[in-house]
């Protein structure tokens, strides 16, 4: 069956940098869209970064410029990785996979169980 396996999350000061994996099976990784998002206490969920099945990458402006999507097909694995760090950035971090990018989380068809990452000031 479908699984996806996030991991990496913890506890960092503000700054710091902190790379998540999501690892896939189940599925033929390299011709699905790929998206992580995140949900903070009492918030809805909301998109992080994508990266299409053609490696092109978007990123919400929240994180423009700190983060860092990519995919190794190889490995069905997509990683997140996080520069600069904030307190706002504490949230668990969801990979989600679907045939096509799409920002809208209800676009993803696939999910995993999230990780927890701490921002502290």
């Known amino acids: 069956q479908v699984q996806l396996v996030e991991s990496g999350g913890g506890l960092v000061q503000a700054g710091d940098s902190l790379t998540l994996s999501c690892a896939a099976s189940g599925f033929t990784f390299s011709n699905y869209a790929m998206g992580w998002f995140r949900q903070a206490p009492g918030k809805e969920r909301e998109f992080v970064a994508a990266?299409?099945?053609?490696?092109?990458?978007v990123y919400a402006d929240s994180v423009k410029g700190r983060f860092t999507i990519s995919r190794d097909n190889a490995k069905n694995t997509v990683y997140l990785q996080m520069n600069s760090l904030k307190p706002e950035d504490t949230a668990v971090y969801y990979c989600?996979?679907?045939?096509?990018?799409?920002?809208?989380?209800?676009?993803?068809?696939?999910w995993g169980q999230g990780t927890q990452v701490t921002v502290s000031s």
């Open positions: 989600a996979a679907d045939f096509s990018y799409t920002r809208n989380v209800l676009g993803y068809k696939y």
């Open positions: 990266i299409t099945r053609g490696g092109v990458t």
